[in-house]
């Protein structure tokens, strides 16, 4: 049996506590024989200011480079305000992504049934909705130059962010899209504003070419990022796989993840390009942060970090069965009732991280 190696980065606030359940996970995993999962822990954020000066060393950016992949709990906390900008803890963070280059951002909103009245929208439009938001994320307004603020010396000031794509930056973010919707429904949506963008028009191109030449088994339909904003609200379960830049797929993910009720449920990966056997960079990551506000006290989510090693499973070590095995028992969980705090409800029994984490391990045995 292949031995991956996971580097863990369990971080701040609850990031280690959230991250210990995901341990817990790993250890069934490796104690039932499915996979042989070989984990390292180490520093990054405050911690890792605390610790050496710097929000990520280098020894540790090697260990992330030389992993099959990575997992992270957070970053931050009102500790840190005060540490110089280049060493905040986020810095840790934007680092590994870049060194990374983790170009594609997938962002699931997945609606379990047991929660679809936590959603803000009626539980018929939501329950048992699966999206996949897939965001460019190295490239776009936040990173084009020129990016500057300019003194017009009357009083004025003249700011400019660049919106700029290239047709290789848009080629392997719909490559990554197209290629999921295969394991999936088969259907994408690939969002833009080419009615007033010129970055909106050769997104459109290059993706509806690529489908053309090597997707024909896959829907795809282009849709105006505006209306897509508007269809997820109005009827969210028309969509699969929603590909989008940088900039629509930071509005659109938080969007959709709002639909399925709780920070504390999210999960995300963040990909890099594949080598030739199919290998990607990958950093995997609740969506949530830190959460000062409840760290220590034992009340954390853990399921946004339990689902976040699920996508670890499936995208970066191929053992989509065991992925799909631990989806399943954390909603059967949801449905016995076991909520923690953020998603707390009546007639439901309220527990903490832990307790969590040992009640899905216990669905895990059962569903064996
Ligand atoms: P947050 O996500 O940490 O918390 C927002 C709210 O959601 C809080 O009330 C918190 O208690 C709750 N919450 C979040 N995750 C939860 C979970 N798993 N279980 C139960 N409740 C949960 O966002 P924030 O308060 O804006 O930021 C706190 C710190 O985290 C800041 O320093 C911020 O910079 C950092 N942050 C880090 C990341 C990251 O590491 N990727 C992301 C966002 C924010």
């Known amino acids: 049996m292949t031995p991956y190696k996971l580097l863990l980065l369990p971080g701040d606030g609850i990031g280690p506590e959230v991250m210990g359940e995901a341990g817990r996970i790993i250890a069934w995993i490796n104690a039932r024989g499915l996979a042989k999962i070989e984990t390292e822990t180490d520093l990054v954020g405050g911690c890792a200011y605390d610790s050496h000066g710097q929000a990520i060393s280098e020894a540790t950016m090697s260990k992330a480079l030389a992993a099959d992949a990575v997992m992270l709990g957070a970053v ?16 840790g963070l934007l680092r590994l ?149 940088n900039l629509f797929g930071d509005m659109l993910s938080d969007e959709a993840a709002m639909l399925t009720g709780s920070l504390g449920m999210l999960p995300s990966a963040s990909l890099g390009e594949a080598d030739a056997k199919g290998h990607r960079r990958a950093l995997y990551e609740p969506v949530h942060g830190s959460a000062p506000d409840i760290a220590g006290k034992g009340a954390a989510n853990p399921i946004a970090t339990i689902a976040s090693l699920a996508m670890c499973l499936r995208y970066s070590f191929f053992l989509g069965e065991t992925a799909d095995r631990i989806e399943a028992a954390i909603s059967k969980v949801l449905d016995q009732g076991l909520r923690t705090a953020d998603i707390a409800q009546d007639s439901c029994c309220t527990v903490g991280t832990k307790e969590m984490g040992e009640a899905i391990v216990a669905a895990l045995d059962r569903g064996e």
């Open 76 to 91: 931050g906390g009102p500790k840190w305000d005060g540490v110089p900008y280049d060493q905040r803890p986020e810095a």
């Open 97 to 245: 992504r870049k060194d990374l280059d983790l170009f594609a951002n997938l962002r699931p909103a997945i609606c379990y049934p047991a929660l679809a009245d936590a959603s803000s929208l009626k539980r018929d439009r939501v329950d048992g909705l699966d999206i996949m938001i897939v965001r460019e994320l190295t490239g776009g307004v936040y990173f084009g130059e020129p990016k500057m603020i300019t003194d017009l010396g009357n009083g004025q000031k003249r700011a400019v962010d660049t919106q700029v794509y290239q047709t290789s930056e848009i080629e392997r973010i719909a490559i990554v899209a197209l290629d999921l919707a295969r394991e999936r429904k088969r259907l994408v949506h690939s969002a833009d504003k080419r009615n007033v963008m010129k970055t909106g028009v050769l997104w459109n191109e290059v993706v509806t070419k690529l489908h053309k030449e090597r997707y024909g088994d896959v829907t795809l339909h282009h849709i105006l990022a505006d209306n897509c904003a508007m269809q997820l609200v109005r009827a969210p379960k028309q969509f699969d796989v929603i590909v989008t830049d």
